[in-house]
């Protein structure tokens, strides 16, 4: 009788494993990492810029476009996004401001008046639809960041879980 009772709670334990595996296996795998550009100082003009980080680091899930900036939520979830952007502001602002659907979301300020390099960094958990859409900017009026082959100024992303 001991033995049946164990041998059933041993199928049970490896009919869940396997229903563990393919839970894992079948789960969208989104995450995206990507670097402004080689090209040194990135400014703004009389209107907001839309960051385009073209340099891939990684786009599990291809999510990131690097022709327009744009991450776009696959699945429904909560992701995590994080970015970092440098400049040499040397008596002047430094912002970024990060969107979703064109709602601004985050907006930092920093203020350099020792001339050295400065960093903004900051990130944000967001529940998305599908479709629903991820960018960075900078504000009009002629704010700049900063980027070279070092990549210091940096866009990340990725789906913590699916809803």
């Known amino acids: 009788m001991e033995t049946a ?3 059933a709670r041993l199928a049970a334990t490896e009919t869940e494993v396997v229903n563990l595996k393919k839970e894992i296996t079948e789960q969208p795998k989104v995450a995206f990492s ?9 400014e703004s003009g009389n209107t907001e810029l839309n960051l385009v980080f073209t340099k891939i680091i990684t786009n599990a899930g291809q999510a990131y476009s690097s022709t327009t900036g744009f991450f776009t939520a ?23 401001m990060m969107f ?9 300020h920093e203020y350099d ?9 900051s990130g944000a958990t ?3 639809e599908v479709g629903d859409v991820v960018n960075m900017r900078l504000p009009a009026g002629g704010y700049r960041i ?9 866009f990340s992303g990725f ?3 699916a809803l």
């Open 146 to 154: 900063y980027d070279s082959s070092g990549n210091h100024s940096t």
């Open 126 to 128: 967001l529940q998305l």
């Open 159 to 161: 789906l913590l879980f």
């Open 113 to 121: 008046a020792h001339g050295s390099w400065t960093y903004l960094s």
């Open 74 to 96: 696959p699945v429904r979830g909560v992701y995590y996004f994080r970015f970092t952007v440098m400049d040499n502001p040397s008596s002047r602002y430094m912002d970024i």
């Open 5 to 7: 009772a164990q041998e």
């Open 34 to 42: 990507a670097a402004l550009t080689d090209s040194g100082y990135i």
């Open 100 to 108: 979703k659907n064109g709602e601004k979301i985050l907006h930092l």
